[in-house]
Every structure is written in structure tokens, then in C-alpha cells.
Nanobody, 123 residues
């Protein structure tokens, strides 16, 4: 199976930036689409962004479009989420996930998940 480890979470002020990383191991990283999801307290785990196997296609939730950028470096087996113009509503635990398909907006399509990293944005 694929093992995923997120890092880069922390605290930021509204309008600030954070860069999340997700390091993968255990399988061929380039064979998986990758996604980022987030879960705020008391809420469901929601889609944030996804990227295709080669990185040529990206998808974003409307709430983060224009502010967040997903990317991947297959040579480093790592996927990133650059988070700019952060808002308090972005506060959540962020999870990366691997999809044996090409990458999806749907949580249930993902086969492997990281442990999550906390992002807290103050107003």
C-alpha cells in the first residue's frame, strides 16, 4: 500500500500563506492521482484540490479556487498544496490522499490517506 505523511500545517493570520507537503512511499507514486481534503470540527471531510498522475490536470473546490495551488513532484514522491490569501474558514485538518484512478473530487474514490495536518487561520 501507499503511505502518506503530511507536513507544513500550523497557524497563520488571515491573508497569510502556508505550504503543505505530502510525502508518499510504498508504491509507485506516479501511478496515483492525488488529492487534498479538509475537515473542520463538526463537519464532513470536504474536497479541496486534486491533481492528475502526471500533474497536467488540476481541480479545485470553488471555495479555494484562485487562492490554493496543488502541484506534484513525482521525482520526490511528493504532492504540495500552496495556500495563499488564507481565511479563517480555511481552518481545518488537511489530509492528502492517493487515488488509483486519475484523481477525483469524491472522497470515496481515494484508496490511501495521510494522518492529517492542522491548519489554523486567525482573523
Amino acid at each position: 500500500q501507499v503511505q502518506l505523511v503530511e507536513s507544513g500545517g500550523g497557524m497563520a493570520q488571515a491573508g497569510g500563506s502556508l505550504r503543505l507537503s505530502c510525502a508518499a512511499s510504498g508504491r509507485i507514486f506516479s501511478s496515483y492521482g492525488m488529492g487534498w481534503f479538509r475537515q473542520a470540527p463538526g463537519k464532513e471531510r470536504d474536497f479541496v484540490a486534486a491533481i492528475s498522475l502526471s500533474g497536467g490536470l488540476t481541480y479545485y473546490a470553488n471555495s479555494v479556487k484562485g487562492r490554493f495551488t496543488i502541484s506534484r513532484d513525482n521525482a520526490k514522491n511528493t504532492v504540495y498544496l500552496q495556500m495563499n490569501s488564507l481565511k479563517p474558514e480555511d481552518t481545518a485538518v488537511y489530509y492528502c490522499a492517493a487515488d488509483r484512478g486519475g484523481g477525483s473530487r469524491n472522497r470515496d474514490d481515494y484508496d490511501y490517506w495521510g494522518q492529517g495536518t492542522q491548519v489554523t487561520v486567525s482573523s
